[in-house]
């Protein structure tokens, strides 16, 4: 009987120990705020500086606090900015890359004749990443320049 009552009290001791962490925990989560704020003085900063001074590293620090609280789509427009201001290989890729998200989150197909001139234009800037890109999408075929895909839309 005294075993039976010692291991009923160890049962009921480790449950309430982990009902404990468990809710300890769940405050936590709940309690920290998401740390993304697009008004931060840092964030601000760097974007300014990427796309006013065409400043590529304060660029990737903003790319990144973006994509890593999953605010991808709220950056087009300063990969946009970026890409078209300073030529900046890497911002045409991002480009690419956030309109092809976006069309398939939407359930479109990602065919986009804009979103292919992205691509195309960092491939012409030297990417080697857009060049694998194309290279393996074009297939041996002649990788066709950005304003040809333009041209062919009017």
Do not use: W
């Not at 982990?18 to 993304?36: A, G, I, L, W």
């Not at 590529?56 to 790319?63: E, F, M, P, W």
């Not at 994509?67 to 300073?86: D, P, Q, R, S």
């Not at 309109?99 to 804009?114: A, C, F, M, P, Q």
């Amino acid at each position: 009987m005294r075993r039976i009552l010692l291991h009923l009290s160890i049962i009921l001791i480790s449950l309430i120990s982990c009902s404990k962490q468990e809710t300890s925990v769940n405050k936590t989560v709940k309690e920290t705020p998401d740390k993304f704020n697009i008004n931060d003085d840092t964030i601000k900063r760097n974007l300014n500086d990427a796309i006013k001074k065409g400043d590529t590293l304060a660029y990737i620090r903003s790319l990144k606090a973006f994509t890593v609280h999953g605010y991808e789509k709220e950056f087009l427009y300063y990969a946009i900015k970026m890409a078209e201001e300073h030529n900046y290989p890497l911002a045409y890729e991002n480009v690419y890359t956030i309109l092809v998200r976006i069309s398939e989150e939407n359930g479109y197909k990602t065919d986009s004749k804009i979103g292919d001139y992205y691509l195309l234009r960092a491939y012409e800037l030297g990417s080697k990443s857009a060049k694998y890109d194309l290279e393996s999408y074009y297939k041996g075929k002649k990788i066709p320049n950005s304003k040809s895909i333009l041209d062919d839309s009017k």
